[in-house]
């Protein structure tokens, strides 16, 4: 049984920082892509970042260039989202997702993703 578990939300002062967590267990880690995406109320999911298998490629959304780096350990079968001069606006629930590796093109569409965690609240504000 896939199991994604995310950590380490919760709140913070606007500028402040965060770091997202997810344990993945029950899959191949290192042969899929991952994701995290978010999505407040009233608002479609969106992506966030996404890095491939091995670490070398990442993709992040625009609202969250320069802010935010996505990691992963594939020892731990983990993957990290570092979310820094964070804004009202990136509060959120937080997904992290997992998508069976194909090519870049497709690491920022949500559809891909097969496997799903249960999510986890950030909150901006003060």
């Known amino acids: 049984q896939v199991q994604l578990v995310e950590s380490g939300g919760g709140l913070v002062q606007p500028g402040g920082s965060l770091r997202l967590s997810c344990a993945a267990s029950?899959?191949?880690?290192?042969?899929?892509?991952m994701g995290w995406f978010r999505q407040a109320p009233g608002k479609e999911r969106e992506m966030v970042a996404a890095?491939?298998?091995?670490?070398?490629?990442?993709y992040y959304a625009d609202s969250v260039k320069g802010r935010f780096t996505t990691s992963r350990d594939n020892a731990k079968n983990t993957v990290y989202l570092q979310m820094n001069s964070l804004k009202p606006d990136d509060t959120a629930v937080y997904y992290c997702?997992?998508?069976?590796?194909?090519?870049?093109?497709?690491?920022?569409?949500?559809?891909?993703?097969?496997?799903w965690g249960q999510g986890t609240q950030v909150t901006a504000s003060s």
């Open positions: 029950g899959l191949p880690f290192s042969d899929y892509a």
């Open positions: 890095i491939s298998p091995g670490g070398g490629m990442t």
């Open positions: 997702a997992a998508q069976p590796w194909s090519n870049i093109a497709t690491m920022p569409i949500l559809r891909r993703y097969t496997y």
